[in-house]
């Protein structure tokens, strides 16, 4: 008798679990939270961040233990899009002066135009606090330059091309996950 008492309790307490352990937890990250080292290293410990770029390339600015998460947003933003436009720039000028038709440098230029676009969408609904909104705009900006790096994988580009590419990759990616983190 005691055990179809503990089998019912059981089985009433199974859809709850089950519901639960499907269900994602919400993010544990505030936009007004300051940041610290843990809080960083927490963020860049996402899935899909590449950690130790994304701890050293805002870790190793002194001005990000001074915001918030908002702002650390926001700080980042501001640097992907530079990054965007001196990558765009250097493109642009690799179309003009290796004169190599097979090397589509021209396509992927305005791929990074819509990533720098993008971009900024993101940084316009960061600020408002539109962070889903923020996160397609990011990954829209992602998806470009992986097009982007698509058209010149097993190209003979300069390796500081390809590693600037790279980096500004995992720039925007870093992007779309922090707004990720503070959907709620």
Not at 47 to 59: D, E, M, N, Q, T
Not at 81 to 99: A, Q, S, V
Request: proline share 5%; aromatic share 10%.
């Amino acid at each position: 008798m005691g055990f179809s008492c503990v089998t019912r309790s059981l089985y009433s307490i199974l859809p709850l679990l089950l519901l639960l352990s499907i269900t994602p937890l919400s993010s544990s990250f505030s936009p007004s939270e300051y940041v610290t080292k843990e809080s960083l290293d927490a963020l860049c410990s996402q899935p899909s961040i590449y950690k130790h770029f994304c701890v050293v390339w805002l870790g190793s600015d002194p001005k990000t233990f001074t915001l918030d998460i908002q702002g650390l947003i926001g700080m980042a933003t501001q640097k992907t899009e530079g990054l965007g436009d001196k990558n765009r720039g250097m493109l642009f000028d690799l179309g003009f002066t290796t004169h190599r038709p097979d090397i589509p440098y021209g396509p992927c230029v305005r791929k990074y135009d819509s990533s720098i676009q993008a971009i900024r969408k993101a940084e316009g609904f960061a600020s408002s606090k539109d962070y889903v909104s923020a996160m397609k705009a990011a990954a829209t900006a992602l998806d470009n330059i992986a097009m982007c790096n698509a058209l010149l994988e097993q190209k003979p580009i300069p390796a500081y091309a390809a590693s600037s590419n790279l980096m500004f990759e995992r720039m925007c990616n870093i992007l779309r996950v922090f707004t990720n983190a503070l959907i709620v």
